[in-house]
Nanobody, 116 residues
Framework: QVQLVESGGGLVQAGGSLRLSCAAS????????MGWYRQAPGKQRELVAS???????NYADSVKGRFTISRDNVKNTVYLQMNSLKPEDTAVYYC??????????WGQGTQVTVSS
């Protein structure tokens, strides 16, 4: 079992920044592929950014150049730095972890609200 706890969400004005954190436990963190997803009301959950165990990253087109995903294998934590936030970034953000050849684990989510 992998336990994931997100933090760092909140209310911010458009153009502002937030940093989300996701602390993992219950597994060797360095082997996990990690990702951030989001789900806005009435919409499907979508990938925001991901990072492999080797540090390769991938971003949704809508956040490229504004968001940065990173990981700290000592602190067992993955981060999502979100800059130049837009109202359309408003959603519940979820952390996801996957072991090699395993099923995904999800955190409980953290709300991000961007006001115009």
């Amino acid at each position: 079992q992998v336990q994931l706890v997100e933090s760092g969400g909140g209310l911010v004005q458009a153009g502002g920044s937030l940093r989300l954190s996701c602390a993992a436990s219950g597994s060797i963190f360095s082997i996990l592929a990690m990702g951030w997803y989001r789900q806005a009301p009435g919409k499907q959950r979508e990938l925001v950014a991901s990072i492999t165990s080797g540090g390769s990253t991938n971003y949704a087109d809508s956040v490229k150049g504004r968001f940065t995903i990173s990981r700290d294998n000592v602190k067992n934590t993955v981060y999502l730095q979100m800059n130049s936030l837009k109202p359309e970034d408003t959603a519940v953000y979820y952390c996801r972890a996957v072991r090699p050849y395993g099923s995904p684990y999800w955190g409980q989510g953290t709300q991000v609200t961007v006001s115009s």
